[in-house]
């Protein structure tokens, strides 16, 4: 067999050495988001189905008989007092007039016993005119001042009358719908359209009646919809369960413009007693088959696996039991490609990105 010569085996030796030793490389350090475990109040939620509705709403009917002059378009805005619809007032308006004179005919009439009564005081007192004369003026100016007050009443019931020909807002709204057209004749009692209030908007819900124990006035609650989610604050739970559900009207105040009546919503309310738990955010919660787990980030700025196990939600939110302190803190994201030992780097950090 040739045997090669020595100077040719050199570049095959350094080629095999440098394959055996292993490969040496920096790997950047892996950039992550972070949140503190805290030590809060929480209580375990349940979830009910709720609907925006508005808490003022009405269907205004007409409250004299005539013919429609006009009546709001669909959609038009209007401020509380505001006309929203007009009857043919003709008739009414000539009843005010026909009883306005009649009022001032009787205070005219009134003025004379007046003017009289004093004249015939002055006689009586000189011994002139005869007390029965004086009598019968001061029964007369009395009749006279029921028949002014009549008179007076029936003008303001006459106003009253004239003055329901013109319907007004009970309050600022939007007309969203309308039953009668201009010229068509309407009755009293007959419905016009309906009006809703788009601001003063709440969140209804069915719920148990165990909601009674954990959920007042005033309380906060969470608020989903397709978009995000918001809260709310509890205007009212009422405390009377329908005979057939057992259910409890419940009421959640929204606020901002950006709520549709009739939109669907989840309303998450307390199903148990709110204790104190060390929590974290949602998002740092990993689940795999072999159980739960989170990365915190250690002084060294390495990631360190540490097995949890979950607990109470509530928000964002959720209570957690293992090796973790307050203050400690967990990657939120980016914890999908941490490996224990890992050097991370905190975005929002100085020289984060």
């Known amino acids: 067999m040739q045997i090669l010569p020595a100077i040719r085996c050199w570049p095959l030796a350094l080629l095999l050495a440098s394959l055996a030793l292993p490969v040496c490389a920096e790997y950047p350090a892996m950039p992550v988001r972070v949140a503190e475990a805290v030590r809060v109040t929480l209580a375990p939620e349940q979830w009910l189905a709720a609907t925006v509705v508005s808490r003022h709403e009405a269907e205004i009917a007409a409250e004299a008989n005539g013919r429609l002059l006009s009546v709001a378009e669909i959609g038009t805005e209007v401020a509380s007092g505001e006309v929203l619809a007009r009857i043919d007032d003709t008739f009414a308006q000539l009843k005010v007039d026909e009883l306005t004179a009649a009022a001032a005919r009787e205070e005219a009439s009134l003025q004379f016993l007046h003017s009289e009564m004093r004249r015939l005081t002055r006689l009586a007192k000189q011994n002139n005119t005869a007390q029965t004369q004086l009598d019968d003026v001061a029964s007369r100016q009395q009749a006279a001042v029921s028949e002014l007050n009549i008179a007076r009443t029936r003008l303001q019931e006459a106003q009253e009358q004239l003055r329901r020909h013109q319907l007004r807002a009970p309050f600022s709204g939007l007309v969203v719908e309308r039953r009668k057209r201009g010229g068509e004749w309407v009755g009293t009692g007959d419905t016009l359209l309906r009006l809703v209030d788009t601001r003063a908007l709440e969140a209804q819900a069915s719920a148990p009646l165990a909601a009674r124990r954990f959920v007042r006035p005033g309380d906060r609650l969470t608020v989903t919809f397709d978009d995000g989610a918001a809260s709310g604050r509890v205007r009212t739970l009422v405390p009377a369960a329908d005979a057939r559900s057992h259910r409890l009207d419940l009421r959640v105040t929204l606020s901002g413009d950006d709520w549709s009546i009739g939109q669907t919503l989840r309303v998450a309310i307390p199903r148990a007693a709110a204790s104190e738990v060390l929590a974290v955010p949602r998002d740092a919660l990993l689940l795999r088959g072999q159980g739960a787990a989170v990365f915190r980030i250690n002084a060294e700025s390495q990631a360190e696996r ?48």
């Open 306 to 353: 540490v097995t949890v196990t979950p607990g109470m939600a509530s928000g964002d939110l959720i209570a957690v039991s293992g090796d973790l302190q307050p203050g400690d803190r967990v990657v939120i994201r980016g914890g999908e490609r941490l490996r224990p030992g890992m050097a991370v780097q905190i975005l929002g950090d100085s020289g984060g990105k």
